[in-house]
């Protein structure tokens, strides 16, 4: 076990908890079943079976069942997940802000996002809180997808979430901050850059610079062709925002884009941006386990970024 994973068994197991228990148990469910299907239920049982043959007892609930093609966790069992996957990761936090406070620091504020979101969301409000938390080291944690954003929160390695923002996820808390119309980045000389917005009907036609296959904002494209019936255009090739702009830049391709705020920031850019109205724009914002439960620098953070892109009222 590793350090850290050992100061969290002990502080659980202060609480009458077993500390080990509920490692086994913040497992995925699926590892549940796959330490029980190895083992099988009349041989030597792994941890995980012994753990969750003693909650079931406990509870005096099922919480695995086994099927015709494994076992595979209940309602409940999903439930008991959920419940100990929050309480460890927490626990973790509580733990990585002692650590700090007894070495002296001023301690982190960890941020897991995409590749470009520093750019387009965060510099300003970057410089503003190196001015007023001095002391505070900001941590970047770079993902390939919201998914992956999700899994460091939950699993206590990052503090907050920038990410385009879906359905509600058990034991995740979104606060959206910015919603973003989608745009159709052309080359200057491109036919379509003297068009004031693109119809949906144009899109079957562009020659598509794609979003990468796990990332949100192509799951809610091509929902949205799907909605407005076009057929969704054969890629030309595959890139992230940033550099789906660089190749729009180079003739490559059309990239449909959300209206990011540094999109074509300077003046002598050769590249234009055409509205497309019909799709729906996308929510981006933060993603935390609770919002009560972090620590002020990170609390501070999030709130810098969010009043960044507030309207002013008039």
Known sequence: MAPRDCRTARAVGSLGVPGTGCRQVARSPHQWASGINRRGWGSPQSAVSQHVRRLERETGLTLIERRSRGVVPTPAGHILHQAALGGIASLDAALHR????????????RITTGGVTVRHFMADAITAFRDSHPDVTLAFQSAQSARRCLELVESGRADLAWITLGAPRS??????????????????????????????GDLAAIRYI?????????????????????????????????????????RAGHAVLPGLPRLTSTPDTPLRTIPIPGLTPIAVGWAVRQWEGLSPPAAAFAHLVAAQWETPTT
């Open 98 to 109: 002692l650590g700090e406070l007894r070495d002296g620091h001023g301690g982190s504020v």
């Open 171 to 200: 034991g995740i808390q979104q606060r959206p901050v910015l919603g973003l119309p989608w745009v159709l980045v052309v080359h200057a000389d491109d036919p379509l850059a003297g068009r004031e917005a693109i119809l949906p």
């Open 210 to 250: 794609a979003h990468p296959e796990n990332s949100a904002s192509r799951r809610r494209l091509e929902e949205d062709f799907v909605r407005l019936g076009v057929d969704a255009p054969a890629p030309v090739c595959v890139a992230d925002w940033d550099t789906a702009v660089l190749l729009a830049e180079l």
